[in-house]
């Protein structure tokens, strides 16, 4: 069961100081969402001819892997700018400050907790946010940004109150929109994660990872050299690896 209440206030304000264009956002953001189940288990061992398939009868579930609740409250205030500087070039600017507090309760269940338990994380972050887009034509434009992330974990069924995940991100590119029909976009990336959720095979608990990065690159185009015709393409290349973790984890990929 998932319980969520959100409260998002902000006010917004918009004006020009000579040949830039404003566009100011203050505001502050309150979540709480309660997320509340078990998990259970039947094992069934067999051998089923895929040629001749004769199913086991369902049996309903008798060993209870989890029961658990995680509350996370979520308090933000943040400001943002955006501006257009002679038509050509747009930013936004801004920073977010927000506190993450999680109460887990964890009862007993097939994972060795005998009696219920409780625990809490209390976590505070200030992550800043900046970019751009530089129009050098009419058809070309040049984008670059940089922001960190703060937030909680969903669906998480450990054995503690899991912290916050904390994410880095960079990237650049150029986007295109060309006379003969074609547009799409081109961007570099790399991203890091701290505190990735992730289940750990020996006991089917979600454990938290220490850092992962992922760099790549992406390409999106789409011509259209008739009208009623388009074709679509698309690239992708990521390597993710673990920086950060337990025993043996450093240097996986994801």
């Not at 955006?82 to 269940?109: C, E, Y």
């Not at 219920?116 to 972050?125: H, L, R, W």
Request: charged share 20%; net charge negative; no cysteine.
């Amino acid at each position: 069961d998932i319980d969520a209440l959100t409260i998002t206030p902000n006010v917004v304000a918009t004006f020009d100081t000579g040949p830039v264009s404003h566009t100011v956002s203050l505001g502050a953001d309150y979540d709480r969402t309660t997320e509340d189940g078990k998990l259970d288990l039947n094992f069934l061992a067999g051998q089923i001819d895929v040629r001749d398939p004769d199913y086991p009868e369902y049996a309903d579930p008798n060993f209870l892997l989890q029961d658990q609740r995680n509350r996370y409250t979520s308090e933000a205030i943040y400001l943002q700018e955006q501006a257009t500087l002679w038509g050509i070039l747009h930013v936004v600017a801004g920073g977010r400050m927000t506190r993450i507090k999680t109460d887990t309760k964890i009862r007993p269940n097939g994972l060795g907790v005998t009696s219920t338990t409780t625990s809490s994380d209390d976590e505070s972050e200030f992550t800043p946010r900046i970019g751009a887009v530089l129009d050098i034509a009419k058809e070309v434009s040049v984008f670059a940004g940089y922001g960190k992330g703060f937030q909680a974990p969903s669906g998480y069924v450990g054995l503690a109150a899991p912290k916050p995940e904390k994410s880095e991100q960079i990237e650049a590119g150029i986007r295109f929109n060309l006379p003969t029909g074609l547009t799409g976009s081109l961007a570099v990336y790399q991203l890091e994660r701290e505190n990735l959720p992730t289940v750990d095979p020996n006991t089917l608990a979600t454990i938290q990872i220490g850092k992962d990065r992922a760099r790549g690159i992406e390409l999106d185009a789409i011509w259209q050299p008739l009208p009623g015709l388009s074709i679509i393409g698309n690239y992708a290349y990521t390597n993710a690896e673990i920086r950060e973790g337990g025993t043996n984890q450093k240097g996986n990929t994801l």
